[in-house]
């Protein structure tokens, strides 16, 4: 009933009886951004706003106290000194936030081997994934920016019992590690954090202030700060954050062979214990005290406007040197259980080299919960029957007896059931080489 629009089956790899083999690879690739719409330069964007006035002055003549003479805007091209510089900003925000390239790398090592009794497989993956976000330079002992790591290690033994019994232990877990700047993932989630970044790119223009100054300083626009951005400044007074996802899946599977009873019968049993915990906040914060002093250089008259640090006194501003430290907490409601328990039968067998028949029977209980929440249950039966004649008559029925503790008592299951017939249209069973005994 979950699959109706198809499933996908995993088979992880696992190992064979012999010498161990060990299969080590690294690749490295370099991702670079495709392509990204152009802004105009402070020079090109002033230039064609006064030709845009000059256009309008006979409707709205007010529009000539906007115009900015040529020799100022001349400054933003022919720019000699710093203080230039800072005075007409030019400011490439595409070039500021972001680099050129940036390379992702990944490492593997494989062992696989076993003897009759126990067949091993055991794979450790490492990635070290790079960011196209530029990373700074706090001054403070860490830089700031976006990365990501994770480390995959996984373990497949198969235990030969008797010879008709089999044993599946299969152990997997991950550790990823996130880094941002530390209040991205504040009151809202670090994906709504990161795009907001994407701000100054093309909603700030490039004439209005430098994201950095030569004294340590951030730009901002005191006229109107609430609508443009110096995501730079976000990302320095931000500080800096890891956000680890650990997760932990466990199965255990037991096949029998049933052949003593009837050819074709095996049963199936499988627990499987699946887990994941998510851990944030783990960083360094820079108080809103402690943010860096924030400077707007009016083009017009060189006045720079600074902000102060005491808003009564208006006193010199002084950067509070304190950090918060913090060593992280679990987010409760990432938390994530799963148990999962599944029985499966199976009878596949064929006489005279023309009748096939196969039947599959399936109970299946998984518990979720997510958090510290009370578990949530479903339960599901189903089956599978399916007949062919020399592998060109095909008849199928499945059933599905699903339910689920989310509806009320009385409520719980339904059965849901389908049916197919088919006929291929192709040789007959004697004269094909491969000849399936049922079909999907």
Do not use: C
């Not at 115009?67 to 000699?80: A, E, G, I, L």
């Not at 609430?226 to 096949?255: H, K, P, W, Y």
Request: proline share 4%; charged share 20%; glycine share 8%.
């Amino acid at each position: 009933m979950k699959g109706a629009n198809g499933v996908i089956l995993i088979t992880t790899k696992r190992g064979t009886e012999g010498k161990a083999k060990i299969d080590v690879g690294f690749t490295a690739t370099m991702k670079t951004i495709s392509r990204l719409p152009d802004k105009y330069d402070s020079y090109d964007a002033l230039t064609m706003t006064n030709r845009a006035i000059e256009h309008e002055l006979a409707l709205n003549p007010a529009s000539w106290s906007y115009m900015v003479p040529m020799d100022r805007v001349n400054k933003y091209r022919y720019r000699t000194s710093i203080e230039d510089i800072e005075r007409y900003p030019n400011v490439d925000w595409r070039n500021e936030l972001f680099k050129d390239a940036a390379m992702s790398y990944n490492a593997y090592i494989n062992i696989a081997g076993g003897t009759n009794f126990v067949r091993y497989y055991t794979s450790v993956d490492y990635v070290d994934e790079g960011d196209l976000f530029r990373s700074f330079d706090s001054s403070r002992g860490f830089n700031t920016g976006f990365a990501y790591n994770r480390l995959n290690v996984r373990s497949n033994l198969d235990f030969t019992i008797t010879p008709t019994t089999t044993f599946k232990v299969n152990v997997a877990g991950s550790n990823g590690s996130r880094k941002t700047p530390y209040n991205s993932a504040g009151m809202y989630t670090v994906d709504w954090g990161a795009a907001q970044i994407w701000g100054s790119v093309y909603s700030t223009a490039p004439d209005i202030f430098m994201p950095r100054y030569s004294d340590g300083s951030v730009g901002y626009y005191p006229l109107n700060s609430a609508q443009v951005t110096n995501s730079v400044a976000n990302i320095l007074n931000a500080g800096t954050m890891r956000m680890n996802t650990t997760r932990i899946n466990t199965d255990f599977v037991l096949e029998q062979d049933l052949s003593f009873i009837t050819k074709g019968l095996n049963l199936r049993g499988m627990v499987s214990w699946d887990n994941l915990f998510v851990e944030s906040k783990r960083g360094i914060e820079i108080p809103s005290g402690a943010a860096r002093a924030r400077k707007w250089i009016d083009p017009a008259t060189g006045i720079a406007t600074v902000q102060p640090y005491d808003g009564l006194s208006h006193f010199d501003y002084r950067t509070d040197p304190s950090l918060n430290l913090h060593s992280g907490e679990i987010q409760n409601g990432k938390t994530q259980r799963h148990v999962n328990y599944q029985i499966q039968l199976n009878w596949n067998r064929t006489f005279n080299n023309l009748h096939s028949v196969g039947a599959t029977g399936v109970w299946t209980r998984q518990e979720d919960a997510y958090g510290s929440e009370i578990p949530r249950y479903r339960e599901d039966w189903v089956f599978r029957t399916t007949y062919d004649f020399d592998g060109r008559y095909l008849i199928e029925y499945n059933g599905a007896y699903n339910g689920s503790e989310k509806f009320g008592k009385g409520y719980r299951f339904g059965f849901f059931n389908s049916g197919a017939i088919g006929w291929r249209i192709a040789a007959n069973r004697s004269s094909s080489p491969s000849r399936p005994t049922s079909t999907t």
